[in-house]
């Protein structure tokens, strides 16, 4: 009997594309709490566009549309939505980082921030007057900061001193595995977050816990040329930070689909399944694992200098043991091996961190300070500490253990593993599976 052919939700999908960004654009202008839905329901758009059946000149329309028209435009209007946007952009690229060294490889890495940090200060160092206070040399005693488009160049010095941190880590850890891993790159983490916060003396190379300041934005000459009465020049800088992030993920998703389907992709694959079968059929362990740590780490040097320059202020506390259990989280939610699920975590962790949560706290004072009664309970007898933002990792961690428990091959899973719980689902196999220690 012929399959029938998958229905095609094109026009369905962009009618729904069209309706919300009229109504986001035209009537829910701000950012309060039903303006964050309408826009939380523009971005579902665009995974819908990756996920359901639609035609690809279609699929490439909306994309265009959404990243490159609508969003520019609401973010000129409103900068705190292109900051969102922004910052999602720069933890989606950890993701996909952190996917490699977890979801392909299969190694458990808890101190992922600690090249994101290796690549924020190599940019804060040289891209402020730091570098002067340890190079002052003669001549070069004011050299410093260096142009701030002199970022582009610096950029590919954080991808080289990242990585060559990832090869550091990854050398004296190729014969741990699971837990015993884990906690070498925890360590690893601390160290380079204690290294930061002490190295203010006998030379002061990062400023120490008080950090860097006055850090260079790249392209703000352009922004400050772009600059007109009804478009200030913060609004052109934080377009150039959004234009810069969609172009990192880009050329970021294009090296993981690569990689994913790369001979040294399949090593990652063969590694994480098995390690000894895999070293019997012939995989280098040490130069395979070596080739993920590094090019994980790249991804992260990359972010880091640029989030750097946008926040123009770094310090040690910017990367502490939470954010590479916050880039995890990302991973895991996702879905582990699986690139469009590492977006997806990254957008739904970084979206109810900065906007959700912060907007549902003041729509809740709001009503508090109004003494709006439900039920018969008057608003005004909440406490004052009870505030969902406040609340996050708490909200987190609710999260993950739900979807341990009733997903736990993650919300957008990798096809292979997807796969494979259909095909234990039909053969009532329980056998436990290695990834996830439980029955599958």
């Not at 309408?38 to 990756?50: E, G, N, Q, R």
């Not at 952190?98 to 921030?113: E, H, P």
């Not at 916050?326 to 739904?348: D, N």
Request: proline share 5%; hydrophobic share 55%; no cysteine.
């Amino acid at each position: 009997m012929q399959a029938t052919p998958p229905r095609d939700w094109t026009w369905w999908v962009i009618l729904y594309t069209v309706i919300v960004a009229a109504v986001k654009i035209f009537f829910f202008t701000g950012s309060g709490l039903s303006d964050t839905f309408v826009f939380l329901a523009l971005l579902f758009s665009l995974y819908l566009a990756s996920s359901v059946q639609m035609t690809m000149p279609a699929r490439v329309a909306v994309f265009v549309v959404l990243l490159a028209l609508v969003v520019p435009y609401i973010g000129i209007r409103n900068t705190f939505y292109l900051d969102v946007i922004t910052q999602v952009g720069i933890f989606a690229a950890l993701a996909l980082g952190l996917n490699i060294v977890v979801g392909f490889a299969g190694l458990l890495d808890l101190g992922f921030v600690a090249f994101f940090a290796v690549g924020a200060y190599t940019w804060a160092i040289f891209g402020s007057a730091q570098a002067n206070k340890f190079l002052a040399i003669g001549a070069a005693a004011n050299f410093f900061p260096l142009p701030p488009d002199f970022f582009f160049v610096m950029l590919l010095v954080a991808v080289i001193f990242a990585a060559t941190a990832g090869v550091l880590l990854g050398l004296p850890v190729l014969r741990l595995r699971g837990d015993y891993l884990a906690i070498v790159t925890l360590g690893f983490g601390e160290m380079i977050r204690v290294l930061a916060n002490n190295l203010d003396k006998p030379i002061n190379i990062t400023n120490g816990p008080q950090g860097i300041t006055s850090i260079g934005q790249p392209l703000s000459g352009l922004a400050h040329m772009l600059e007109s009465p009804a478009i200030p020049e913060f609004k052109w800088q934080a377009l150039v930070y959004y234009i810069l992030v969609l172009g990192i993920i880009a050329l970021a998703i294009f090296f993981n689909r690569r990689l994913d389907n790369s001979k040294i992709g399949r090593a990652w694959v063969a590694i994480r399944e098995d390690e000894i079968a895999a070293q019997a059929m012939g995989v280098p362990l040490v130069r395979t694992k070596l080739v993920a740590f590094a090019t994980g780490a790249s991804f992260a040097g990359v972010m880091g200098a640029l989030f750097a320059s946008k926040q123009t202020f770094i310090s040690p506390e910017s990367f502490d043991f939470n954010q590479s259990i916050g880039v995890l989280a990302m991973v895991v939610l996702g879905g582990l091996g699986s690139i469009r699920g590492a977006i997806l975590g990254a957008a739904i962790v970084t979206i109810l961190n900065l906007q959700v949560l912060k907007v549902f706290s003041v729509w809740l004072n709001g009503l508090r300070s109004e003494g709006v009664e439900v039920f018969g309970y008057s608003l005004a007898h909440l406490p004052t500490q009870f505030e969902p933002s406040k609340y996050e990792r708490l909200i987190f961690g609710i999260i993950l253990i739900a979807m341990m428990l009733y997903r736990p091959q993650g919300l957008v899973p990798e096809k292979r593993r997807e796969l494979e719980l259909k095909r234990h689902a039909v053969t009532g196999d329980v056998s436990v599976d290695r990834d996830q220690g439980r029955p599958s």
